[in-house]
């Protein structure tokens, strides 16, 4: 099926640094929104995205949905830890359409 | 907040049986459910599309006689993989919308390791 294309595939960092990933799709997506998947268990919503050009945070982290409506990024600042799993973007077409997931970015983080 | 839960968490299973995994919403009711399929270190695909009194709509390429879909009531799915074979063997999540007008807000349940030996 398709999928977005979401880089980087995987991130070793050390703690306290700042991490970016991205999300670039073909076609226009109207709403993105970003999961973190840990170990054994289902994704976790983390932010959702509504508007072209929206920037919004949630605590260390800050995803904004593209001009061109083809893409999304994740920020996550000062990283911890805790922060390790695998980040999914995902976009939806039309309010009712079903969700397309990235491939995942598994981050790593060194204490 | 809301709550989905999947039982069991995992499940390990001769060839040829059937095996039944349940998704239940514990504190709102869900109109629809969704039913994933996840290989290790790959993302998340989509089966099926769990509507409450009637019939699942599945993805193409996901066989309805194999995966069967039931929402009887609107906190409970559930799918059964029926006969099945190692190459089934994967982590099962289903998911159920967070709110009617914000449909891409999902809630996970957490997963289902189903091994067919």
């Not at chain 2, 040829?16 to 709102?28: A, M, N, P, Y």
């Not at chain 2, 629809?32 to 769990?50: D, E, I, V």
Request: hydrophobic share 35%; with cysteine; glycine share 8%.
């Amino acid at each position: 099926g398709q999928q977005l294309n979401q880089s980087p595939q995987s991130m070793f960092i050390q703690e306290g640094e700042d991490v970016s990933m991205n999300c670039t799709s073909s076609s226009i997506f109207n709403t993105w929104l970003w999961y973190k998947q840990e170990p054994g268990e289902g994704p976790v919503l983390l932010i959702a995205l509504y508007k072209a050009g929206e920037l919004t945070s949630n605590g260390r982290l800050t995803a904004q949905f593209g001009i061109t409506r083809k893409d999304s990024f994740l920020n996550i600042s000062a990283s911890i830890p805790s922060d390790v799993g695998i980040y999914f973007c995902a976009g939806q077409r039309n309010q009712g359409g079903k969700l397309i997931f990235g491939q995942g970015t598994e981050l790593s983080v060194k204490p | 907040g809301a709550v989905v839960s999947q039982h069991p968490s995992w499940v390990i299973c001769k060839s040829g049986t059937s095996v039944k995994i349940e998704c239940r919403s514990l504190d709102f009711q869900a109109t629809t459910m969704f039913w994933y399929r996840q290989f290790p270190k790959q993302s998340l695909m989509l089966m099926a599309t769990s509507n409450e009194g009637s019939k699942a709509t599945y993805e193409q390429g996901v066989e309805k006689d194999k995966f069967l879909i039931n929402h009887a009531s609107l906190t409970l799915s559930t799918l059964t993989v029926t006969s099945a074979h190692p190459e089934d063997s994967s982590f099962y999540i289903c998911s159920a919308q967070i709110r009617e007008e914000r449909t891409g807000e999902l809630f996970f349940g957490e997963g289902s390791r189903l091994t067919v030996l």
